[in-house]
């Protein structure tokens, strides 16, 4: 069983920059990849980005230039970066692992709230 939590979220104004974190444990061996989506109130869970064990990255095309993804020096770690934030990034972030099988995990959310 694979637990995931996140990290960083918070209150920021718009403009401003966010980092969030997300830890695996438990059976990570079997982490294919990664990756951050979002729900805001009312819609739907969006994805944002995933990177793989090895470092390749993919992101939502509407999310390309303001968010990165990277991998952590701890292992099982993974990062969203999150620049010139808007008040339409307002939502909730959940950090996502794909197991082999496939298998997914969720972590419980990061609340981010980015005040006009």
């Known amino acids: 069983q694979v637990q995931l939590v996140e990290s960083g979220g918070g209150e920021v104004q718009a403009g401003g920059s966010l980092r969030l974190s997300c830890s695996a444990s438990g059976g990570t061996s079997s982490i294919r990849s990664m990756g951050w989506y979002r729900q805001a109130p009312g819609k739907e869970r969006e994805f944002i980005a995933w990177i793989t064990a090895r470092g390749s990255t993919n992101y939502a095309d509407s999310m390309k230039g303001r968010f990165t993804i990277s991998r952590g020096s701890v292992e099982n770690t993974i990062y969203l970066e999150m620049n010139g934030l808007k008040s339409e990034d307002t939502a909730v972030y959940y950090c996502?692992?794909?197991?082999?099988?496939?298998?997914?995990?969720w972590g419980q959310g990061t609340q981010v709230t980015v005040s006009s």
């Open positions: 996502n692992a794909e197991l082999l099988g496939p298998r997914y995990y």
